[in-house]
């Protein structure tokens, strides 16, 4: 491999096992329900209709691979516990806007626990908590005040200075920062995806490389949806296309995908354990945006994630090439003793995101509904409401669906030129401000 080229492939996914292989669809059919969009929101969406039309024709499509997307690239943070901000922290609106959406957060965490353990995923699932931290202290400010704020909020939050840092961490880069458990958690994405897919009720019908190019809402309700070779005409319909919804014509002028590029090495060597002291596995983010996600894995290797940018087309091998030169500079900061050809796998994928740190949640015209736009936390977050959204689809209600219908929506964003400007700027900004941090 060259410099000018790095192939894109998730190592979560190269390292899941064997995938189920689906068909396309092709043609013109029918079906009482059409799932688009096969990730941790279309999965779990298609997973609960299942369960309560049992016999419903249910239809999942995804244009790739099922559960290969973002599912199967991103860092394993299940996310139950956020760490609360300024604004939250300040005021007593902060702290109760802070509980509802808590609700949710928890509700995510435990809903992927419950499914690892009921359809006994095995993604080395880690209920451990994970760490924030940052290299330069006045880049983390009021951690006391944060770490009181979580405990006194019903969560469970530990201060760690740096020599703390150093012996759970097996390095020395950090300074400052604090451990949130509670519900935290870390795990293999993919295996977690995978082992959705191989749990699916046998009513699911699963499509891949099958590309929603179009969708039609109907007056009577329900959508047609074209594909790229036929289409399928459906009573109910559920998006969990995330950051491709736009491209669909949904959600357009709200929500917008970011590309992120991570890496992953090769297992440490004996040496290598030995330099970091034998550290048990960890997971560490950055408070501030632009910051290193890092994690050191169940079987041994790091993951560095280091860079957020505005590119809707999606990132070239030879871009691909440059990031993993990043990700090597942010592994010698960390861990100077690893070899330079360290990494073994490097990808890209997109994450969505709103101005307003709002996801979607709603019917979007009778009888075709969306979740998705998650901000970075789609893990957890996706998993649970795309279960409360094939509920509230099929008529159910509940606190939690009541909570998601009652969330802001997402605000508006401008489109075109424009916003290509403002969101390069604005990311590259942060990526500037946060350079000690990666
Ligand atoms: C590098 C990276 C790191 C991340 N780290 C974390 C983390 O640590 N924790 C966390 O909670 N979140 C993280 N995220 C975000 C997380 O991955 C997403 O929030 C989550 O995957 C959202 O799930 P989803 O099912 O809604 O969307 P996706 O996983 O994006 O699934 C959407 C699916 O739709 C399919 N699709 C797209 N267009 C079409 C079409 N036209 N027709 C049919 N199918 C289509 C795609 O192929 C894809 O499979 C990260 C994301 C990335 C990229």
Partial sequence: MTDAAVADRSGWVALAGTYKNFPALAGASKADWLVIGGGFTGLAAARRLAELHPNHRIVLIDRKRLGQGASGRNSGFAVSREMPGPSELEKPAGRAAYLA??????????????????????????PNGYIFAVHERDKFKALEERVNAINDLGGEAKLLDAAALRSRLGIAFYNHGLWIGGGNALLQPARFAKGLIDALPATVECYENTEAVKITHEPGGGATVSLRDGHIRAARVIIGLNAFMPRLGVKRGRVFPISLTASLTRPLTPAEEEAIGHAGPWG???????????????????????????????????????????HEMGLRHRFPFLAKDAIEFTWSGHMCASRNWSFVFEELSHGVF?????????????????????????????????????REKPSWVPTGPLFTLIAKIRLAHELQAAKSEH
Avoid: F
Avoid at 102 to 122: C, M, S, T
Avoid at 299 to 314: H, K, S, V
Avoid at 379 to 402: D, F, K, Q, V, Y
């Fill in 284 to 326: 560490g983010l950055c408070p501030i945006e632009g910051g290193a996600t890092v994690r050191l894995t169940n079987d041994r290797r790091i993951l560095m994630r280091n860079t957020a940018e505005y590119e809707p087309d999606g990132i070239s091998q030879a871009m691909l090439a440059k990031r993993r030169a990043w």
């Fill in 101 to 126: 959406q808590a609700a949710i957060h928890q509700a995510a965490g435990a809903e992927v626990k419950r499914l690892i353990d009921e359809l006994r995923i095995d993604c080395d699932y880690d």
């Fill in 370 to 406: 969306a979740a998705g736009c998650y901000n970075g936390a789609g893990l957890a977050r996706g998993t649970l409401l795309g279960r409360l959204i094939a509920e509230h689809a099929s008529g159910e209600t509940s606190p939690l669906i009541e909570n998601a219908l009652a």
